[in-house]
């Protein structure tokens, strides 16, 4: 009953967000991807449907990532925002909304910084989980061959481009409405909340 719940709710969040709506651009495949489900006009303007259950699987990939590096991995969570410095708003959600001292006793976050080496890595036991929000790599063909140098292995990116090669968990939208912004970075908030405040409550029961 409970894990029902939090699909319903999540479900109605994405619906509330516009998160499954997305403008299409023009593209040279005819059939754009498998996350689109549906395209219609409005306003003159092409719009596409995401597919709410490929949405919703790729969100609940990132609830077990979350829970993984909680649960298993016994280290600290750093996480790496890589975004366009032009999206003023989306830097503001992430550095707003994630520091929150629960949050900040348990994980640390950085926005287009340069990620420390691996030897450093391996001495503060960090586990790096790296998210590129909306951000174009073209100009960087190299980009992920560096991070995982740097010992950064597992990303989530968020953009509408149609990739050939999947290197990273994949969600396809886009981050130039404020909805959809908010919704993911609060997405992430709550994911963090809510596995933090649950160790705190274990360990104030221990005590």
Do not use: C, W
Not at 76 to 89: A, P, V, W, Y
Not at 103 to 120: D, E, L, P
């Amino acid at each position: 009953m409970k894990k029902n719940t939090i699909n319903t709710n999540l479900i109605k969040s994405l619906i509330n967000s516009d998160f499954l709506l997305i403008e299409k651009k023009i593209n040279k495949n005819k059939h754009n991807s498998r996350f689109e489900s549906l395209t219609t006009s409005f306003n003159k303007q092409e719009i596409s449907l995401l597919d709410p259950l490929e949405t919703l699987k790729t969100l609940k990939q990132i609830i077990r990532l979350f829970h993984f590096a909680k649960t298993e991995t016994k280290q600290k969570l750093d996480m790496h925002f890589f975004i366009d410095e032009e999206n003023t708003t989306l830097s503001y959600l992430i550095k707003n909304l994630l520091n929150t001292e629960l949050i900040n006793s348990q994980a640390s976050f950085g926005i287009n910084n340069n990620t420390q080496n691996s030897r450093s890595l391996k001495k503060k036991k960090f586990f790096q989980l790296g998210f590129i929000l909306d951000k174009q790599l073209s100009k960087d063909k190299n980009f992920m061959k560096k991070q995982f140098y740097k010992g950064n292995f597992l990303f989530v990116k968020v953009n509408s481009q149609i990739e050939k090669t999947q290197n990273s968990y994949k969600i396809h939208n886009n981050f130039e409405d404020y909805k959809k912004a908010l919704f993911f970075i609060s997405f992430l908030k709550q994911i963090l909340l809510k596995q933090y405040s649950t160790k705190r409550h274990e360990i104030q029961k221990k005590v």
